[in-house]
């Protein structure tokens, strides 16, 4: 990939004219066409980047054109910066950072040649980024300094017993629940972490509160109502961009748009808590008005700090260093024994041939590859699905390369393919037989009127499902499913935990 290479040499020229014009702007408010400017160059930054992320998964898959498209990705982040050094306002670290981080992730990865065992693949940062030019970026400073520095990190494990303590903890009791987080964390990585890596936030910190919120189970919810694989509370994931859609969907529970939201939310509160991660992590948890009057009646001490570390609820005193001891474990699993299973993330998609729903795939495609199988995957990467809706035959699932293959050969057709929707179709109530007196027939109506009329069947709704989709799955009228519930049109609106008569249904 001689395009990609030759580019370093370009970037070290781009990279010393643009932080020295950083440095030497002076600190003048933006014009409205300025804002827009540097907007416009945000934007295309981060198309470029999904590109050129894109091209880098066709590398690996040895399809055509692909290093040419991942070359042209890189000559677009190029103009971005050049042209980011002539925007007064524009902050060319921002871009820089996300063109190094990509030089830096095996772009010609067809031809390296690399030992294995030499080279930690858990390690976010084997090149010190996150400790020089991400450092840079002020909000993110002390946390890149904090999780990616590894003598700082292990001085504050050594002498600190709660953080210690919190290892320990991962490492036996909670050991499975860490290594589930890690399995999920893989199959969402594409989704999440350019959020954080955008926001110079090192990505096992990210590992860390998705760990200890929702172990990677994006339809996590708690009782106090947070929700998603960051676990959002309702207001606060609002203010954040996050909550219903213009399909009713709660996009707290889209891996995508809570982790850009997540990114948003810590880089606000370490501005304003001079730049301290575990106040920013206390403030995740604990909220973020109690963090900053905590923070402001106490002199701007350290969460650990006695007067400060008191202030908090027993729950966020354990919050900050879980989510730090996950984070530490992360980045260096083998210190302590710890093997991380791998699993093939590759990202891809499908199209299903006929409906089904995530139940009767995660049958047919049986666990070749994974070793509880693929149910948890698919719903992860497919959010607005749950597991029991029938999916109509056409749609595209987000899913990997391997899944993807798996479908073709074993959910289309065959015995396994009906095997699997025999068994999601399956009524247990039909497994009851009823006996009693025997009815004398009808003086008009024949032998079909000695038989018993069958009992009607009932449907539990269950979150985000909708009429259409339950008449879908049972083989239903929609409008006779809706009079015989009286249902009003057009909107036939029902509710979680609503039963519904399965009048009419086939199935």
């Known amino acids: 990939m001689p395009a990609v290479r030759s580019s370093s040499f370009l970037l070290l020229a781009v990279l010393a004219a643009s932080l020295t014009l950083a440095a030497a702007a002076p600190a003048e408010a933006q014009s409205r066409r300025e804002r827009a400017a540097v907007e416009e160059l945000d934007r295309r930054m981060e198309q470029a980047e999904a590109r050129y992320r894109e091209a880098m998964v066709r590398v690996r898959n040895n399809e055509p054109d692909a290093v040419a498209e991942g070359d042209a990705a890189l000559e677009d982040m190029e103009d971005v910066m050049v042209e980011c050094g002539r925007v007064r306002g524009c902050d060319p670290i921002r871009h820089v950072t996300v063109f190094k981080r990509l030089l830096k992730a095996d772009a010609d990865s067809a031809a390296a040649v690399e030992d294995e065992e030499d080279i930690d693949p858990l390690d976010t940062d084997p090149d010190g980024m996150a400790g020089g030019i991400g450092a840079d970026v002020p909000e993110a400073a002390r946390a890149a300094a904090l999780l990616s520095d590894g003598r700082r990190f292990v001085e504050m494990v050594q002498y600190n017993p709660a953080v210690?303590?919190?290892?320990?903890?991962?490492?036996?009791?909670?050991?499975?629940?860490?290594?589930?987080?890690?399995?999920?964390?893989?199959?969402?990585?594409?989704?999440?972490?350019?959020?954080?890596?955008?926001?110079?936030?090192?990505?096992?910190l990210l590992f860390g509160i998705l760990a200890k919120e929702s172990t990677g189970r994006v339809h996590s919810t708690s009782r106090a109502g947070a929700a998603g694989p960051m676990q959002f509370m309702y207001a606060t994931g609002r203010r954040f961009g996050l909550g219903p859609d213009a399909t009713g969907f709660d996009t707290r529970y889209d891996p995508y748009a809570s982790a850009q939201a997540s990114a948003a939310y810590l880089n606000e509160r370490m501005a304003e808590l001079n730049r301290n991660i575990e106040l920013a992590l206390a403030a995740y948890n604990g909220g973020e008005g109690r963090a900053?009057?905590?923070?402001?009646?106490?002199?701007?001490?350290?969460?650990?700090?006695?007067?400060?570390?008191?202030?908090?609820?027993?729950?966020?005193?354990?919050?900050?260093?879980?989510?730090?001891?996950?984070?530490?474990?992360?980045?260096?699993?083998?210190?302590?024994?710890?093997?991380?299973?791998?699993?093939?993330?590759?990202p891809a998609s499908f199209a299903l041939e006929r409906p089904a729903s995530i139940y009767e795939l995660t049958i047919c495609l049986g666990s070749s590859g994974s070793r509880y199988g693929?149910?948890?995957?698919?719903?992860?990467?497919?959010?607005?699905?749950?597991?029991?809706?029938?999916?109509?035959?056409?749609?595209?699932?987000?899913?990997?390369?391997?899944?993807?293959?798996?479908?073709?050969?074993?959910?289309?057709r065959g015995p396994r393919a009906e095997l699997a929707r025999e068994l999601v179709n399956s009524d247990p109530g039909r497994a009851i037989v009823r006996s009693g007196p025997a009815?004398?027939?009808?003086?008009?109506?024949?032998?079909?009127?000695?038989?018993?009329?069958?009992?009607?069947?009932?449907?539990?709704?269950?979150?985000?499902?909708?009429?259409?989709?339950?008449?879908?799955?049972?083989?239903?009228?929609?409008?006779?499913?809706?009079?015989?519930?009286?249902?009003?049109?057009?909107?036939?609106?029902?509710?979680?935990?609503?039963?519904?008569?399965?009048?009419?249904?086939?199935?």
């Not at 399995?183 to 926001?199: A, D, I, T, V």
């Not at 900050?320 to 791998?342: D, E, N, R, S």
């Not at 015989?484 to 086939?506: D, I, K």
């Open 164 to 204: 210690q303590e919190a290892i320990r903890r991962w490492l036996t009791d909670m050991r499975h629940s860490l290594i589930v987080s890690h399995e999920n964390y893989q199959y969402m990585r594409h989704l999440m972490w350019p959020h954080y890596e955008r926001s110079a936030l090192p990505e096992a």
């Open 292 to 346: 900053l009057r905590v923070y402001n009646a106490n002199g701007g001490r350290s969460f650990w700090d006695e007067s400060v570390y008191s202030q908090f609820p027993p729950e966020t005193r354990d919050y900050v260093p879980m989510v730090i001891a996950a984070a530490w474990l992360y980045l260096h699993p083998k210190k302590y024994g710890l093997t991380f299973p791998k699993v093939d993330a590759r």
């Open 374 to 412: 693929y149910m948890r995957m698919l719903r992860n990467l497919n959010p607005r699905y749950q597991a029991d809706d029938v999916i109509p035959a056409g749609t595209e699932l987000n899913a990997t390369t391997r899944v993807a293959g798996l479908y073709s050969r074993w959910c289309t």
């Open 439 to 507: 009815q004398p027939l009808a003086a008009t109506g024949g032998a079909a009127a000695a038989a018993p009329s069958a009992a009607v069947r009932e449907h539990r709704v269950a979150r985000g499902e909708s009429l259409g989709r339950i008449a879908e799955r049972y083989g239903c009228s929609l409008r006779v499913l809706a009079q015989a519930n009286q249902l009003r049109a057009p909107g036939y609106t029902v509710r979680q935990g609503q039963r519904l008569r399965l009048e009419g249904c086939a199935r």
